[in-house]
C-alpha cells in the first residue's frame, strides 16, 4: 500500500495544530466530499438520537442537541462546510467550483431533512411550550430555534414542505452559480496597454501595479483589471477618456453579455424563488419574511428610513453635482460632438459615468488640496497593521502576536494570535490582504471557529473563536511596499470592527456569538471602526512616510479631516439607490417578469441625480442581495450608519480613546451576540435610542440644511 492511499481524511482526525485550527497544508480537494457525506450522516445520526429519546422533551436534551452540539464527532459537518465554503470565496478554482455545485443541493436537502423533521419539531414544540425557567440567553436560544424551524417551513403541510424543499434547493444552487458566474467575468477582463502615452495622469504606483500585473501574465507593457486597486486609480486618474469609458463599461456590464456568464435570467429567477418560499410560509413578500427578524421591523420602517435620508442629503447632493458639472464643463472635454447637448452656442458637454471619478479628483484638489496619492507613501500596509493592532490594544487592551506555525490558506495570509489585557488567550486571526485569481472582489469577515462554552466531563471551556478578513487591497510591487489609500485603511477598519465582534464574544451558545446578530445591527461594530480613519490621534500612530519615516503633516491631517464629507450627500444618496433597488425587488407580491436592466433605473430613479445609462446593470453584479445574504436587507448599512455615528458621538464626547467607554461598547455589544434584542443591547450601552441627528452633524447635512 502506497504513502497516498494510506493518507486520512484530516477533517477526521485530530487537527494537532495551534489552538486546534484549520489544518490547510494537509487539506486537499478531495477531503471534502469525503467529509461532507460523512457529516451529513453523522447529523443524521445524532438527530435519530434526539428524536427517539424516551424521555420528555427539555432545553437540554433537545434544543441544546439540535442548535449547538459541539462535540467533535458531530460537528464534522460544520468544521468541513466553514473550510470549504470560505475557500470557495477566497481561494477556488474550477474544480472547486464544480463540487460546490455539486455538493450544494445535497447540503440544502439535508438541511431541509433537519428543519422539515415533524418528530424533532414536536419535541421542540413541546419545550417552547412547557420550559423551566431559562436565563436570557437561553430564551433567545429557544425562541430563535422555534422560529427558525417555523421560518424554514415546519407548520407546512406535505404539500408545502415538499415544494419548499425545491425552491430552497433550487435558490442554493442558483445563488453559488451567479458568484461562479461574475468571478469568471470579472476575471476575464483586462485591458492591455502598449504604449506609454496611454498612462497619462497615472501616478507611479498604479503603473507599477499594472507594469507588475503584465509581466505576471508575461506580456509587455502595462495590464490594469477590474480588482479595485488597479480599477479605481485608472477611473481617478487616467487623462484618456476613451480607455475611462472602456473601463467603466466593462465593469458595469459584468454578466449581462450574451454568454454562458449572463446572470439575467438568474437574478429574474431568485427573485422568484424567494417571493413563493415567503408566501408559501404566509407572507405577502419575501421582504416582509426577511423583516420580520430585523431592527426595522418591517417594509414601512425601511423606506421611511430611505426617504428620509433622501430629503435630508438630496439638496446638498444636487449642489456638489451642479459643483461637479461646473468643474466637468471646464475641463479638457469641452466641445466633444459626441457627448454634447444642447444646440448652438448654449451646447456643452455632458459629464458620463466614467467622468465622475475623474473631476471628483480634481475638485477635490482644488478645494482641499489633498488626495489618495499624497497619502499613499504614509499607508505602508505593515505600518497600517500596527496601527490597527494598536488602536485595538489602545481601547481594549487586546494584543496580537504572528505565529508562522498557524497554517494558511495562501502566503498571503498572515495568522495571529490575539491576547486579551490579564494575556490570556483570546482569539486566532487571520489576515487575508491581496487580490489575486480565484479570490471574489470586495471584502468581509468570516469565522473558520465560533466561539461557545463547551461542556465536557463537569468541565467548561470557553471555545474560542477563528476569524478572518479577506480584502483586496493594493499589492506590493517589485520596487514598492504595499501603499494603501485612505479608502482602503477604512476598508481594513471596517472588517476589524466585524472581526472585534467575533473575536469579543463571549456567549454560551455558538448560534448566537459573535456576529450571529440580527442583520440590521452587524454592521454597527464594523462601521463605527471607520470613525477613527480621519481622526488625527489615530493617524499618528502609525501613518510616517514610508521611505523617510517622517510623520504624515499636521497639514495633511487638517486636509483629511476638512475634506471628510467632500461628495458625501452623492455617496449617500448612492447606497440609498442600493436599498432602493434592492426593496423594489424583494417586494413583489406578483411573479416578477420585468426587463431587470429597466426595472432597475426606474426602482432607484427617486435617489438618482443626471441621466442614468440605459446599456448597464448593477443587479448582475450585486452580490449582496443576489447571492450575499443582504437579500431585502441592503438598507442595513444605512441603519448601522445613523447607529455608528451616534454611538461614536459618545466617544468624542468622553474621548476617542477613553477605556471605559470602550469597555462598556465590548461589554454591551461586541461581547453580547444575538443573545438579547440588539436595541436592548444598544440602548445599554448609549443610555438611549438612536437618533439620525449625529449622522446628520457629522455629515454636515444639518448645518447645510440651515443656511
Known amino acids: 500500500m502506497n504513502q497516498e492511499s494510506q493518507r486520512k481524511n484530516p477533517f477526521f ?50 434544543i441544546i442537541n439540535v442548535d449547538d452540539d459541539k462535540d467533535d464527532y458531530y460537528d464534522l459537518l460544520s468544521r468541513t462546510s466553514s473550510v470549504f465554503f470560505n475557500l470557495l470565496s477566497a481561494e477556488t478554482n474550477d474544480d472547486m467550483d464544480a463540487l460546490a455545485q455539486k455538493m450544494s443541493p445535497i447540503l440544502t436537502k439535508h438541511a431541509n431533512d433537519i ?25 433567545m436560544l429557544l425562541d430563535t430555534c422555534y422560529d427558525g424551524f417555523v421560518r424554514s417551513g415546519a407548520l407546512l403541510d406535505a404539500e408545502g414542505k415538499a415544494r419548499l424543499r425545491a425552491l430552497t434547493e433550487e435558490a ?26 496611454q498612462l497619462d495622469g497615472l501616478p507611479p504606483t498604479a503603473r507599477e501595479a499594472a507594469a507588475q500585473a503584465a509581466r505576471e501574465r508575461e506580456l509587455q507593457g502595462w495590464v490594469f483589471t477590474l480588482d479595485y486597486p488597479s480599477y479605481q486609480p485608472f477611473m481617478t486618474y487616467s487623462t484618456q477618456r476613451e480607455l475611462r469609458r472602456q473601463m467603466y463599461m466593462a465593469r458595469n456590464t459584468l454578466c449581462i453579455n450574451d454568454n454562458s456568464e449572463n446572470n439575467l435570467g438568474v437574478c429574474k429567477r431568485l427573485i422568484n424563488l424567494r417571493r413563493e418560499i415567503a408566501q408559501l410560509l404566509g407572507y405577502k413578500t419575501y421582504a416582509d419574511y426577511v423583516l420580520r427578524r430585523r431592527m426595522a421591523g418591517n417594509v414601512r420602517s425601511v423606506y421611511r428610513l430611505l426617504n428620509d435620508l433622501i430629503d435630508a442629503y438630496k439638496p446638498t447632493a444636487v449642489k456638489e ?55 499613499r507613501p504614509y499607508f505602508q500596509l505593515d505600518k497600517v497593521i500596527s496601527g490597527v493592532f494598536g488602536l485595538a490594544n489602545r481601547l481594549y487592551g487586546i494584543t496580537f502576536k504572528e505565529n508562522k506555525s498557524i497554517p494558511v ?49 463537569d468541565k467548561t471551556e470557553n ?6 478578513v479577506v480584502m483586496n487591497l493594493t499589492k506590493p510591487t517589485d520596487g514598492k511596499p504595499a501603499l494603501l489609500t485612505l479608502g482602503e485603511v477604512e476598508t481594513f477598519l471596517h472588517e476589524f470592527g466585524h472581526s472585534l465582534h467575533g473575536m469579543f464574544a463571549n456567549t454560551r451558545f455558538e448560534s448566537l456569538s459573535g456576529t450571529n446578530v440580527w442583520w440590521d445591527f452587524v454592521e454597527l461594530p464594523s462601521q463605527f471602526m471607520e470613525n477613527f480613519a480621519t481622526e488625527k490621534g489615530f493617524l499618528q500612530t502609525f501613518a510616517f512616510h514610508y521611505e523617510t519615516g517622517e510623520p504624515l503633516p499636521d497639514e495633511l491631517i487638517r486636509r483629511i479631516v476638512r475634506s471628510r464629507n467632500f461628495m458625501c450627500a452623492t455617496a449617500c444618496l448612492r447606497q440609498v439607490s442600493f436599498g432602493l433597488l434592492d426593496m423594489a425587488y424583494y417586494t413583489q407580491k406578483d411573479e416578477f417578469d420585468a426587463d431587470i436592466i429597466p426595472f432597475e433605473k426606474e426602482a432607484w430613479k427617486k435617489a438618482i441625480l443626471g441621466q442614468q445609462r440605459q446599456d448597464t446593470c448593477m443587479t448582475t453584479q450585486f452580490s449582496h442581495i443576489m447571492a450575499g445574504g443582504y437579500a431585502a436587507g441592503y438598507y442595513s448599512y444605512k441603519w448601522a450608519e445613523v447607529l455608528d455615528a451616534d454611538a461614536f458621538a459618545v466617544f468624542k464626547r468622553h474621548g476617542i480613546f477613553d477605556r471605559k467607554t470602550a469597555q462598556s461598547f465590548r461589554d454591551n455589544i461586541l461581547s453580547k451576540g444575538g443573545t438579547e434584542n440588539p436595541m436592548t443591547l444598544y440602548k445599554r450601552f448609549r443610555g438611549g435610542e438612536p437618533t439620525i441627528e449625529a449622522l446628520l452633524r457629522r455629515n454636515g447635512i444639518r448645518a447645510n440644511n440651515k443656511k
Open 13 to 62: 482526525e485530530p487537527y494537532n495544530t495551534p489552538h486546534n485550527t484549520a489544518p490547510f497544508d494537509r487539506i486537499r480537494l478531495e477531503d471534502f466530499e469525503e467529509a461532507f457525506m460523512e457529516g451529513i450522516r453523522r447529523d443524521d445520526e445524532q438527530i435519530e438520537k434526539i428524536i427517539n429519546n424516551p424521555d420528555k422533551p427539555t432545553f437540554d436534551n433537545t
Open 115 to 139: 428543519r422539515l423533521n415533524e418528530r424533532l419539531f414536536e419535541r421542540i414544540k413541546y419545550v417552547h411550550r412547557h420550559h423551566r425557567r431559562l436565563t436570557p440567553e437561553e430564551k
Open 172 to 197: 442554493s444552487v442558483l445563488g453559488l452559480q451567479f458568484q461562479q458566474n461574475l468571478l469568471k467575468e470579472q476575471k476575464a477582463y483586462t485591458l492591455h496597454l502598449t504604449d506609454e502615452a
Open 321 to 375: 453635482r451642479e459643483e461637479l458639472q461646473r468643474e466637468f464643463s471646464r475641463g479638457e472635454e469641452r466641445g466633444t460632438r459626441s457627448e454634447v447637448h444642447g444646440t448652438g452656442s448654449e451646447a456643452e458637454p455632458r459629464m458620463q459615468p466614467w467622468d465622475t471619478a475623474y473631476y471628483s479628483h480634481k475638485l477635490q484638489m482644488k478645494k482641499f488640496n489633498i488626495d489618495a496619492e499624497m497619502l
Open 409 to 457: 490558506y495562501h502566503p498571503d495570509v498572515k495568522a495571529y494570535e490575539v491576547f486579551d489585557r490579564d494575556g490570556s488567550y483570546l482569539a486566532v486571526f487571520y489576515a487575508d490582504f491581496h487580490p489575486r485569481k480565484g479570490k471574489q472582489g470586495g471584502a468581509w469577515m468570516t469565522e473558520y471557529q465560533g466561539q461557545c462554552w463547551k461542556v465536557e466531563n
Open 463 to 468: 471555545v474560542r473563536p477563528h476569524v478572518s
